[in-house]
């Protein structure tokens, strides 16, 4: 026969359903906000390209080593990005993103709107920690899309907790202001129905169904 269940046991089970509850809502908050600031990364990314004279230029930094402490990497991020600004004598407008290779190491995605040509040995040489790698991006359509993919891998780490998933430099122009109301964006839509590029339709998880459609105002229609 089976022993009675006791208070201390039934009160345990109780704390443990209540733990695997509040666990739950802690990873659901955690992917919404995730899932913001992808949304935010990349209007800011779009609002940018093309706002400056120079043409948008993506590379990714990579530590020789196996840095895997998010402190230690950020401070020598910052430190690469303060000698570039030395070198090229401006102040840069970029956004970066964090990204954890499968071995653990770190490395960042950093996209620049206002930096003139650098030669590739220059940046290494720059950087000083390992690999620059340099994207092609001029046929890109939607250059904060390209980036912010990026951020939909492993940007859960724990080690992101009370750190950022990206940073960006001051003065880059604010997205505009989105549209609400269905009648403005069928409006909208419709005017810019030459320029569309893509769309797609897929269901999200705390989102519900969504039609993505993209669009190139760079394109010239006849």
């Given at each position: ?16 359903w ?105 940046l ?57 109301k ?18 797609n ?22």
């Open positions: 026969m089976d022993k009675p269940v006791g208070r201390k046991g039934k009160r345990k089970e109780g704390l443990e209540i733990d695997e509850d509040m666990k739950a809502t802690r990873e659901k908050n955690r992917a919404d906000a995730l899932q913001r600031a992808r949304k935010n990364l990349r209007r800011l990314i779009n609002a940018n390209v093309d706002a400056w004279a120079e043409r948008v230029k993506f590379f990714t930094l990579t530590f020789k080593e196996n840095v895997q402490d998010i402190k230690m990497a950020n401070y020598e991020f910052k430190k690469f990005r303060q000698r570039l600004e030395y070198h090229l004598e401006l102040k840069l407008k970029y956004v970066a993103v964090i990204e954890f290779q499968k071995r653990g190491a770190i490395h960042y995605h950093m996209v620049t709107f206002n930096m003139p040509y650098v030669p590739h040995a220059d290494e040489r720059i950087w000083g920690h390992g690999f620059v790698k340099v994207n092609a991006i001029d046929e890109v359509d939607n250059v904060g899309a390209y980036v912010t993919k990026y951020m939909t891998k492993d940007n859960d780490d724990e080690r992101l907790k009370g750190e950022k998933c990206y940073f960006s430099s001051r003065g880059l122009i604010k997205p505009a202001e989105e549209i609400i269905k009648e403005d964006l069928n409006a909208l839509r419709e005017a810019l129905s030459p320029n569309k590029v893509y769309e339709t897929f269901d999200s998880e705390h989102l519900g169904l969504i039609n993505y459609q993209q669009y190139n105002l760079k394109r010239k229609y006849m």
